[in-house]
Each structure stands twice: as structure tokens, then as C-alpha cells.
């Protein structure tokens, strides 16, 4: 895809697209389910690397606490399959027609996720929105770090996280920044200090008249 000319709309993944918070606790029912509770996964993630953050945690889990390998590696399997078969039952109502939307109108949409491989490539898989991304790049370094991406000359990034946000306004002065703040996810009390506009649903057109 030449995204050199196009206009671009860069979308967050998760609690922008997803509402992945719903998601984990139903994640952590099945962890419970086979034995594995918070009281084991928690004091595991903590010890992983920010850019590792699910599947290869179990293995952390297995090692320090001297679980069965074949029971992490039973439990990984039915939490991909979880993800992969009712992952769509997660995405906001109004992912889809925003998406279409903005494609009719001539817009390329690239899905920018951080966050572990396999984990996020399941997500896109399981959510069945892969017919509204041109491009789902996957990061494990900051997202401002995507400049192939945020060189295109009409961009609009979207996200939930304030971070990330800034860091993006902070390079790109010329980005398009809107802060997604869906109801009871993470960051609801963090905000952007940069966004152009701030919304907790998404409608096309947003109303940056020059742009939509
Ligand atoms: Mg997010």
C-alpha cells in the first residue's frame, strides 16, 4: 500500500477499537477456570517486558510457579481460540460504521497496535474488522516512532492513550490528534494535553471540516 499520498487515518487498537478491558476479565475467568488466578498472573506480568504481554507471560507463570508446561500450553491454546471465535463480540457498536465510513470518503485506515505479535494479531483476527484496516502494523517501540505512517500528508491518529497521543503531537505538530476516551476503560483519569478533540464515540465525519 502507497501511503505516501493518501489520507490516512492511524486507529489504536485496544479500548479504541476494542473494548479490551471486557475482554481480559472474561480472559482471566478461563485463567480461573484452569487454576491459574490473580493471585499467579499478576505477580507474573509484573516481571515481563512491556512489549511481551500475554501469551509468553504464561511461560513466566509456569516457571517461577512450577506449573505443568502442557496445562500453560492447554490453557494458551483455548485462550487464542476464545480470542479467535468471540473476539468480535468486543468491538465497540461503533467501530464499523465509523470505519466504512471514512473509506467511502476516500480515507486508508491503518490499525497501529502496541503491544506483543501473536497477541494482537489474534485480537485483529478475532474482532473481524480486517476488511476496514489497509495496514495493521503491529509495535513494540513508541508510536511516534512509526514515521513512514505519520509522514503522510493528511493524517488523523486516534487513541486512548494520552501518551501517546503527545508523543505523536509533540513530532508530527501537523497530526490530527483525537483522544478516545471510552466509558470504564484504563485512563479515564489521564488526559491528553495536545489532543484536537477529545470523544468517547466515534461518528464519521469528526468535525475537522477541512479534513473529512
Ligand atoms: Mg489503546
Redesign the pocket.
Known amino acids: 500500500m502507497n501511503i505516501n499520498e493518501s489520507r490516512t487515518l492511524v486507529v ?5 477499537i476494542l473494548d ?1 478491558d471486557r475482554l481480559y476479565q472474561d480472559l482471566y475467568h478461563i485463567c480461573e477456570n484452569h487454576g491459574i488466578g490473580r493471585n499467579l498472573l499478576d505477580p507474573a506480568l509484573a516481571l515481563v517486558p512491556p512489549e511481551n504481554v500475554l501469551f509468553n507471560f504464561f511461560l513466566m507463570v509456569q516457571r517461577s510457579k512450577g506449573i505443568e508446561a502442557a496445562k500453560i500450553r492447554h490453557l494458551v491454546a483455548e485462550l487464542r481460540a476464545f480470542i479467535r471465535t468471540k473476539g468480535h463480540r468486543y468491538v465497540f457498536d461503533d467501530v464499523r460504521p465509523f470505519l466504512s465510513s471514512a473509506i467511502q470518503a476516500g480515507w486508508k485506515v491503518v490499525v497501529l ?2 503491544g506483543d505479535h501473536d497477541f494482537q494479531v489474534a485480537k485483529l483476527a478475532g474482532s473481524e474488522i480486517g476488511d476496514l484496516c489497509h495496514l495493521f502494523t503491529v509495535t513494540s517501540t513508541p508510536k511516534w516512532d512509526q514515521l513512514e505512517i505519520f509522514n503522510t500528508s493528511s493524517v488523523i491518529f486516534l ?3 494520552p501518551r ?1 497521543i503527545d508523543g505523536v503531537k509533540d513530532r508530527f505538530p501537523h497530526v490530527v490528534a483525537v483522544e ?1 476516551k471510552r466509558q470504564n476503560t ?2 479515564q483519569t489521564a488526559h491528553s494535553l495536545k489532543a484536537n478533540l477529545s470523544v468517547n464515540q466515534l461518528h464519521w465525519p469528526l468535525r475537522f471540516g477541512e479534513l473529512g
Open positions: 489504536d487498537f485496544d479500548r479504541t479490551s497496535t502496541y487513541d486512548d492513550n501517546d478516545v484504563k485512563y
